[in-house]
């Protein structure tokens, strides 16, 4: 591997690791809220990528610009699944049920997509689809970048509400003990709700960003679920920043191995890294206080 090769992959690699942060920081939001598996969070980032497409081909438009429609609507979707579906189940077998529920709720979007737009597999044509620019001997993809940039701007935003409203305490709160927070009149249950609706915001928004440079079809969420759950086990269950560290290591890792092995075999980085921490360390390497610490 020459040396302009290298910086190549390591710069697509940050890239493809901010991206990362952002589709698996909704996962993380369930599960430190709710003790939720959202096994559906992959069908709704596809879901919010066909949004994007179809309002593209209707208006001619940037598909970012979707986003003021998407953002809202996952929200509120988000808040009434958790009050109509996640509430209803039993606390003792919460997790184990999420899992179910949430893998029924993505086989209903993954039929839906299909019914209405078929199986044919949707990419979006824009303007700078296929320009790119050179960074120190590298040749970057400008919808990579703009997908990274829009990563990192909600990453910062939600960063921000976390740790500078009332609401991002009150929501920590419970991430960090939930009857703790109820003891000093933080309505649960509520802010609970809100915290899932925030989560599938993420995914509209990480939806939209993969859009712009991916090739999308009904059942392409089956791809993202797997190495999504891999980031944030290893990232520490329920820890934010744990999974955006994880998101960006794991990310420069496959985008090195690429080069070498392929595509395909690069993958298998996140499972052989979610194996790993099963056995050496469950709760995740960036887990413990790191966890408490957002």
Same mark, same amino acid.
């Given at each position: ?13 940050? &890239? ?13 939001? !369930? ?18 990528? !066909? ?5 593209? /081909?209707?208006?001619?438009?940037? *598909? ?8 809202? &609507? ?7 699944? /958790?009050?109509?579906?996640? $509430? ?51 040749? =970057? ?17 939600? !960063? ?21 927070? /109820? ?18 915001? $993420? ?48 990310? =420069? ?6 080069? *070498? ?5 690069? /993958? ?8 790993? $921490?099963?056995? &050496? ?14």
């Amino acid at each position: 591997m020459t040396g302009t090769l290298l910086f190549q992959s390591l710069v697509l690699g940050v &890239l493809l690791g901010g991206l990362y942060a952002l589709l698996a920081a909704g996962l993380t939001l !369930y599960f430190g809220v709710m003790r939720v598996v959202m096994i559906a969070h992959s069908a709704f980032l596809i879901l919010a990528a !066909y949004l994007a497409w179809f309002f593209n /081909q209707q208006t001619g438009m940037d *598909p970012l610009l979707s986003l003021v429609i998407t953002v809202p &609507l996952f929200f509120l979707v988000g808040v009434g699944m /958790q009050r109509l579906l996640i $509430t209803r189940l039993r606390a003792a077998t919460l997790t184990m049920m999420s899992v179910l529920l949430t893998f029924a709720v993505a086989l209903f979007i993954e039929g839906m997509i299909g019914f209405v737009w078929s199986g044919t597999q949707r990419r979006i044509q824009l303007p700078y689809s296929g320009a790119s620019i050179e960074f120190f001997g590298a040749r =970057i993809a400008v919808v990579k970048l703009v997908a990274f940039g829009l990563a990192a701007l909600s990453l910062a935003l939600l !960063y921000l509400l976390m740790k500078h409203s009332r609401f991002g305490q009150a929501l920590r709160a419970t991430i960090q003990h939930r009857e703790a927070a /109820q003891l000093v009149g933080i309505k649960t249950d509520r802010v609970a709700g809100y915290g899932f609706g925030l989560g599938l915001a $993420t995914a509209a928004i990480g939806g939209t960003a993969l859009s712009l440079d991916a090739t999308i079809y009904p059942s392409l969420h089956w791809h993202w679920i797997g190495p999504l759950m891999a980031i944030i086990v290893v990232g520490g269950l329920g820890s934010i920043p744990g999974a955006a560290i994880a998101a960006m290591v794991l990310g =420069i890792g496959q985008s090195l191995l690429q080069v *070498p092995l392929g595509t395909t075999w690069a /993958q298998t980085i996140f499972y052989v890294a979610l194996f790993a $921490t099963l056995m &050496l360390r469950p709760q995740g390497f960036f887990g413990g206080r790191l966890a408490q610490r957002f």
